[in-house]
């Protein structure tokens, strides 16, 4: 008989926003989904931009979601190019990136996140996502650092 909860956790969760740092952490995220012979889930998240009392100006034809689904197909496009033999799934998600990380980091193996450092000492800290993931993820989280 199964019990709830008892189910494996499945694959990891990379969370991607086309910064330079979250794409090396897809690409530790690919590496390691090879050597264990996992699944791979990117997720990208957007939202419309916030304002405090002024309008922001958007021009004719902003699309964040179309933006962010570009970005998620070339990121997916590079990194099958380097390892054509994993499996990937991709989600795109309306929202702030931390809660819907933590979300989808449920039944998981694995949460990836990228950490952005600026500069020598508050570079040594993480960043508020990669915190609150850490900090609250279903599972097991990595923040990756880029070694530049």
Known sequence: MATEGAAKATGIVVGIDGSAA????LE????QV??????LQIVA???????????????TGFDPQQNV???????????????????ITTRVLQGHPAPLL????????????????????????????SEF???NAHCPVLVHRSAA
């Open 102 to 129: 933590v979300e989808a980091s449920k039944g998981a193996e694995l949460l990836v996140v990228g950490s952005r450092g600026h500069g020598e000492f508050v570079g040594m800290l993480i960043g508020s996502v």
């Open 69 to 87: 689904q570009k970005a998620l197909a070339e990121a997916e496009a590079d990194v099958l190019a380097r390892h054509p033999t994993i499996q």
């Open 45 to 59: 998240t957007w939202d419309w931009p916030m304002t405090f009392g002024w309008a922001v100006p958007i021009p």
């Open 34 to 39: 090879e050597l264990t012979n996992s699944t």
């Open 22 to 25: 979250s794409l090396e952490a």
């Open 28 to 31: 530790w995220a690919a590496r």
């Open 133 to 135: 993931c850490a900090t």
